[in-house]
């Protein structure tokens, strides 16, 4: 697959709101000053100069390709984070700079698609998901696999559950590590529903698209390797929580 040349943009921000109950996740919306237009694949991301120094952080691009004249990131929000200070600081109207696409974390032809997701993770699989059954009317089987701690720090449960209602070859599971006594969904590690769901599958056939933090993801990779998922059929995003 051909990759798009990265180049420098300048946007102004446009919409900034929390997504979720714990104020944990903040979106954020920006229209393109310079140039117009933006192209990208879903599950690409940018690197954003959020300091005078020159320092850099990288976020993924929430919106799907078809959206050109600007961009939604989410972030988590991480106390003291240089990159989480920056977007909530940053006034309305505010400009930022960025260099896009950037990454490697596209879809590929494997016959049945697998994604897991942590946390923030689940932007650039957010992205590829939606723009697959909306945008390209994809019929491969799809499952998600989506972590998270509490039931308040989920988002986009509503956007999910109506690609799944609308797209019979989309299945999603929720899991949370820190669940309450009414939860009825999967709890624990996103590895220990892996291992349940897919426990007489064969997994050959299956391509996974995996992000999150570094242990997540080498957990999930062995899990996966074992199960039948191949080398080049593994794909992944890795994340720093602790730099926000």
């Known amino acids: 697959m051909e990759m798009i040349k990265p180049e420098k ?4 921000l446009s919409d900034r709101y929390y997504v979720n109950d714990s104020r944990r996740f903040l979106l954020t919306k920006f229209e393109l000053v310079s140039p117009r237009v933006i192209e990208f694949l879903a599950g690409q991301y940018l690197s ?4 005078e120094e020159g320092v850099r952080r990288s976020y993924s691009f929430a919106t799907t390709p078809d959206v050109k004249h600007g961009f939604t990131l989410l972030s988590e929000i991480i106390p003291d984070g240089l990159g989480s200070k920056y977007l909530l600081d940053l006034p309305m109207g505010g400009e930022i ?3 896009a696409p ?3 974390f596209v879809i590929g032809d494997e ?5 897991v997701a942590t946390g923030s993770g689940i932007v650039p699989i957010y992205s590829m998901i939606t723009d697959l059954l909306l945008n ?3 019929k491969r089987p799809i499952r998600l696999h989506w972590g998270m701690r509490r039931e308040s720090d989920v988002f986009w449960f509503d956007n999910l559950e109506r690609l799944a209602e609308n ?7 929720l899991v949370l590590s820190q669940a309450n006594e009414e939860w009825s969904l999967c709890s624990g590690h996103v590895q220990d529903c892996l291992s349940r769901d897919f426990e007489h599958e064969d997994m050959s056939f299956w391509g996974a698209y995996v992000c999150g933090n570094s242990k ?5 990779k062995t899990l996966l390797r074992e199960m039948g998922v191949s080398e080049e059929n593994f794909h992944y995003e890795k994340f720093t929580e602790e730099e926000g």
């Open 216 to 220: 997540m993801v080498g957990e999930v």
């Open 167 to 173: 797209n019979e070859n989309f299945v999603f599971d």
């Open 102 to 104: 950037l990454g490697k």
């Open 136 to 138: 390209k009317h994809e």
């Open 48 to 51: 954003l100069k959020v300091s």
């Open 9 to 12: 943009f300048l946007a102004k």
């Open 111 to 115: 016959a049945k698609l697998l994604f």
């Open 97 to 99: 700079e960025a260099l």
